[in-house]
């Protein structure tokens, strides 16, 4: 098993997509790369940490690559817009990639030079060494799976 942790807007919809891989055997949503242990959603709600609503994905790289899973990260958010996704605005917004070794940032960077050009404008995410994840409130794991009459899904 291996981890992955990718920021790219409101976690809930970036954790519903990546759930749905074959390999992804478990994800959490919470917050990194801020300056406050434990915070609280509220906290970084008001952009005050520094931290970033994001996703770690536990995978099995038999059966996902880490490559697959930086072609979905691209894929499910607009990563050149800055501090923000749709209508979600802040510092907590942003777009990154959270290495959790040399070869995860290798993959990373050239992953991000492979697809800037199909984008029209440059790609703002960051890619930094993984700091501590801090795990959000339960009711945000698998927020969309909980609610799923809510937003109209049906599986």
């Known amino acids: 098993m291996q981890k992955a942790t990718f920021a790219a807007g409101c976690f809930w ?15 959490a949503v919470g917050y990194i790369g801020g300056t406050l ?9 008001s952009g005050a940490t520094g931290h970033t609503e994001a996703i770690e994905v536990d995978f099995d790289p ?65 890619i930094t060494p993984a700091s501590t994840f801090y795990r959000a409130e339960d009711y945000h794991q698998q927020y969309f799976e909980k609610n799923r009459s809510s937003f109209g899904w049906r599986h």
């Open 13 to 27: 919809g970036v954790e519903a997509t990546f759930r749905q891989l074959k390999g992804v055997k478990a994800t």
């Open 37 to 45: 242990d434990d915070p609280t959603y509220e906290m970084v709600c």
């Open 62 to 126: 038999a059966e996902v690559s880490y490559d697959t899973l930086l072609a979905v990260f691209w894929d499910c958010h607009d990563p050149t817009t800055l501090n923000r996704q749709g209508p979600d605005v802040g510092t907590q917004y942003r777009s990154g990639v959270f290495f959790h070794d040399g070869e995860q940032e290798a993959a990373a960077r050239a992953s991000k030079q492979e697809n800037q050009p199909r984008f029209g404008n440059a790609i703002v995410s960051e």
